[in-house]
């Protein structure tokens, strides 16, 4: 019996599969249109495509998941009726947040207002306790109080609770009683505890993500019991079932439904750790990686072949104090929608078309000119070959839904509106390479960028162009790409404990101790996911600062610490100070914040195949030459079918390349070479 890995990614306009044959290593893929209502339906669709393929349920041993699920509520706001309980005489601590606003553009937007808080006064209550900053408990837990606290909250009709008393991270047993008391008082509410979620300093960013996880919670669960259930009920039963992370690793469905807020960035992460893949495939190690779908374009930055994590950030203004791969998003995508307002100007975005009814050509009842509607009118898209021709395009209703909403009114002609249009989001995607690259001291000159999603190899060619990067590379798959990212994660936990210390007062047995704690808590998860010790491994770092700061730098380490080795991480530690921001002071105490491990259970890994050359002529390749619209000209343009390439074929632009997940479109200038994984290598100018 053969062995399938089955991955999707949910997108808002398609449900992105591969299907990997664990014996043969062979890959094939699927794209079916999403089901925002319900995402399992088209998840159960794909599962029931592999199975048409003569695939039986029980050959299935392994399937994960990138999911949106929680990152649609909390940007939509359609999180659960959340409450929150804090100790007493600290309730402001979630409305002052920052108390400043975010850095970047909107300190200079007079229009700026901060989210909306995801748990109002109303439904927030007080605890009467108190823990010392040095976790010792100072004034007990008042219990009556807390139950009249928690019948208050019932009357609110409260799904789910966050609690986040002060220096719970040191000594969580007050908060842990909470817990024991609000099950009594409110049977069936979901309870998160800061010292569970995120067990580290900094008041509001623990309560901020704890108030987040509370609010997604019950949302994420009752999806991923639904999603177990349909699974097994298509005969799917491999305990083998994970969800992807915002830090680019796998959970159990389990350990998912408890911990939603590390879901965030399910969906964009798995093509992140598809491109660190490419960087050994393609031998390039600077990558922008550039993913478009039909509702967003998410970018990040890899150096010297290895992501750039974050241990904060924000989600649609929201802080989240959580690892995660760091990912600029923006709303541009394949579904943007594009009008002229009252004044009489062009706007393109954000708002989207989504799956339904989609993008005008797809005739599913949009009537409003999208991103994917203009690039069918500059002849960029096959309306006869579009998604290996089981779908076709109407040209002509995408024709009329740029003539009535932006060329009419703005005077234009069809053609000179859909440049407009695609020069527009092409611009706005653009700033956001810039956000992660040359406003961070980077020079895009050193890097490529990696093409996918269904839309990114369309735009790619002329946006690495108006950058001046040093090409684009456009992977086998790149309509699937982040579903094949998903193929090659590994189940990955993090763990932190802050013990905020002066470093000339610690030891390094001290340290190894702290280590050794966290390290017996990885084993024990993962060995009760069933991974062996064999396919274990633990990683050690430290957050240090100059005592003081209001930052900390996380500096990866090796444990057990031997004698000699705090030494050696404080000099590393004024290194990277140096080379971050500009400057260090060798002379000034240090601290350690907090203490980091990641526990990673290692899957199997999928290698892709490499492709030996045919000798098949280029000419074999060839579809069609189809007229095609390039910065005010239309020229004749030949368009290839992508699976015809042969290894070491060579070919200058114009072109478009056609494949059954996607459309890449080659701008005048630039030049195309295959390699043995069959990626697309575009160079800028002479080859």
Do not use: W
Request: hydrophobic share 40%; net charge negative; glycine share 10%.
């Amino acid at each position: 019996m053969a062995h399938y890995r089955l991955t999707v990614d949910t997108g808002g306009t398609f449900s992105d599969f591969v299907y990997v044959n664990d014996e043969t290593r062979e890959v094939s893929v699927a794209k079916i249109p999403s089901t925002p209502d319900d995402p399992s339906r088209a998840i159960l669709a794909g599962v029931e495509e592999l199975i048409a393929r003569g695939v039986a349920p029980e050959e299935i041993r392994y399937f994960c998941h990138g999911t949106t699920v929680g990152t649609n509520a909390l940007l939509e706001g359609r999180g659960v009726r959340t409450g929150l309980i804090v100790t007493k005489g600290f309730r402001g601590i979630y409305e002052v947040a920052e108390q400043s606003r975010p850095h970047g553009p909107a300190i200079f937007d007079i229009m700026y207002d901060r989210p909306p808080m995801l748990v109002p006064p109303s439904r927030t209550g007080e605890a009467a306790e108190r823990v010392s900053s040095e976790g010792e408990i100072i004034e007990a837990l008042d219990e009556e109080a807390l139950r009249e606290t928690a019948r208050a909250l019932r009357e609110e009709d409260v799904q789910s609770i966050a609690v986040c008393l002060l220096f719970s991270f040191l000594t969580p047993q007050h908060e842990q009683r909470v817990r024991e008391i609000l099950a009594e008082e409110i049977p069936g509410c979901s309870v998160s505890l800061s010292s569970e979620i995120v067990p580290q300093i900094r008041e509001y960013y623990r309560l901020s993500t704890t108030v987040i996880n509370a609010y997604l919670q019950p949302i994420l669960a009752r999806y991923i019991d639904n999603l177990d259930a349909r699974l097994k009920g298509a005969g799917v039963t491999t305990p083998q079932k994970y969800i992807m992370q915002s830090n680019g690793g796998m959970a159990t469905f389990e350990a998912t439904a408890k911990k939603a807020v590390a879901t965030v960035l399910s969906g964009p992460a798995g093509g992140i750790t598809a491109s660190v893949h490419a960087c050994r495939t393609t031998g390039v190690q600077n990558l922008i990686t550039f993913d478009m779908g039909g509702t967003s374009c998410d970018v990040a930055l890899i150096k010297d072949g290895e992501p750039s994590i974050s241990n904060r950030g924000k989600v649609e203004g929201r802080d989240v104090a959580l690892p995660m791969i760091d990912i600029n998003t923006v709303s541009a995508g394949g579904g943007t929608l594009a009008h002229v307002d009252r004044f009489g100007e062009l706007v393109v975005g954000p708002q989207s078309a989504g799956a339904m009814p989609g993008p005008a050509c797809y005739m599913r009842g949009g009537t409003q000119p999208t991103i994917t509607d203009c690039n069918l009118v500059l002849g960029y898209l096959s309306p006869g070959n579009f998604l290996g021709g089981k779908m076709a395009l109407d040209a002509q209703a995408s024709r009329d839904a740029l003539a009535n909403a932006v060329a009419k009114p703005l005077g234009l002609s069809i053609e000179d509106a859909a440049e407009g249009i695609v020069r527009i989001i092409n611009v706005k995607m653009q700033e956001a390479i810039k956000a992660i690259s040359t406003m961070r001291g980077h020079d895009l000159r050193d890097f490529m960028l990696l093409a996918f999603g269904g839309a990114g190899p369309l735009h790619a060619g002329r946006i690495a162009q108006d950058l001046g990067m040093a090409g684009v590379v456009v992977p086998l798959y790149p309509g699937v790409y982040s579903a094949m990212g998903l193929v090659m994660s590994d189940v990955k936990h993090d763990y932190i404990r802050s013990r905020l210390t002066a470093l000339s007062n610690v030891t390094e047995a001290q340290v190894n101790t702290v280590f050794a704690q966290l390290e017996t808590q990885a084993r024990a998860d993962l060995a009760q996911e069933h991974f062996a010790e064999a396919q274990s491994d633990i990683e050690y770092a430290l957050d240090m600062r100059y005592a003081g700061q209001g930052y900390e730098i996380t500096l990866p380490c090796a444990a057990p610490l031997a004698p000699g080795d705090l030494l050696k991480l404080r000099a590393a530690f004024d290194e990277e100070h140096r080379k971050m921001f500009g400057h260090t002071a060798p002379n000034e105490p240090v601290e350690i914040v907090s203490y980091r491990l990641r526990g990673i259970g290692r899957v199997p890994p999928v290698e892709l195949p490499e492709f030996e050359r045919t000798g098949a002529p280029l000419s074999e390749a060839l579809r069609e030459m189809r007229p095609a619209r390039f910065d005010g000209k239309t020229v004749q343009c030949p368009v290839y079918q992508r699976e015809r390439l042969d290894v070491g074929a060579t070919f200058e632009g114009p072109a478009i390349i056609d494949q059954l997940d996607c459309t890449t479109v080659v701008p005048p200038g630039q030049s195309v070479r295959i390699d043995t994984y069959r990626n697309m290598i575009i160079t800028i100018g002479a080859a």
